[in-house]
């Protein structure tokens, strides 16, 4: 199984709303990421985890703030976003370390309004 | 991305081969990736290489040249369902700052 899930699949938030993001993978892995991707660009890393630490922050605004539950989990907590936020934003695992084979989640489309 | 260049567009009839190029850094190269990624979903992960030469599995293969910095994907036999963006990433471990660094994508349309 290499499958990583996430919900929503789509989310419509105001400026003003908490809502949060979530990941899952069932694979045993120790690294989790989260990504930022906008159209035509590549992923662009935003928070790494491993072992249920956190381990790169790549100067990620705090209107977003990341949370590892347990080893299979991972959130992301948006507050306060704004319309330039607005992408698709996808969770990774990759078995051990962060440059290891990653495995993507479908992600999930974010539109701040 | 930072140091690493593919073509960004490349178009190719149904049934041909296509081979889309990566050049990279080559100080604190430590293995190419190869991810495929169609409109609106995420990425999936094609191939690794990390030593020199030819990996193939099924319609891709994907080659390396350490020496050259250069890796290449090629795709046979190719399908309508090919096209998408493929995405080259180099694990640098230059220091001992480890990072993965992407390539911006090559789309690649496939014509009937």
């Known amino acids: 199984d290499t499958e990583v899930t996430q919900t929503p699949k789509h989310l419509v938030m105001g400026m003003t709303n908490k809502k949060s993001l979530k990941c899952e993978q069932h694979?045993?892995?120790?690294?989790m990421y989260w990504y930022k991707q906008k159209a035509k660009k590549p992923p662009e890393l935003m928070f790494v985890y491993s072992y249920e630490k956190l381990s790169i922050n790549e100067s990620v605004p705090s209107r977003f703030s990341p949370e590892c539950p347990n080893s299979s989990l991972l959130n992301l907590h948006l507050h306060a976003l704004q319309p330039e936020d607005s992408a698709l934003y996808l969770c990774?695992?990759?078995?051990?370390?962060?440059?290891?084979?990653?495995?993507f989640g479908p992600g999930t489309r974010l539109t701040v309004l | 991305g930072q140091n690493i260049d593919q073509p960004t567009e490349m178009t190719a009839t149904e049934g041909a081969i296509v081979q889309i190029n990566c050049t990279y850094q080559t100080s604190g190269f430590n293995g190419l990736f190869w991810y495929q990624q169609h409109a609106g979903e995420a990425p999936t992960f094609l191939s690794y290489?990390?030593l020199d030469g030819l990996e193939e599995k099924g319609r891709f293969s994907s080659f390396l040249s350490r020496s050259k910095g250069y890796s290449y994907l090629l795709l046979k036999e190719l399908q309508m369902k090919d096209s998408a963006s493929y995405l080259c990433?180099?694990?640098?471990?230059?220091?001992?700052?480890?990072?993965?660094?992407w390539g911006l994508g090559t789309s690649l349309a496939v014509n009937p």
């Open positions: 290489n990390v």
């Open positions: 990433a180099e694990r640098d471990e230059a220091g001992n700052n480890r990072k993965l660094i």
């Open positions: 694979m045993g892995h120790r690294a």
């Open positions: 990774a695992s990759s078995q051990g370390d962060w440059t290891d084979t990653q495995y």
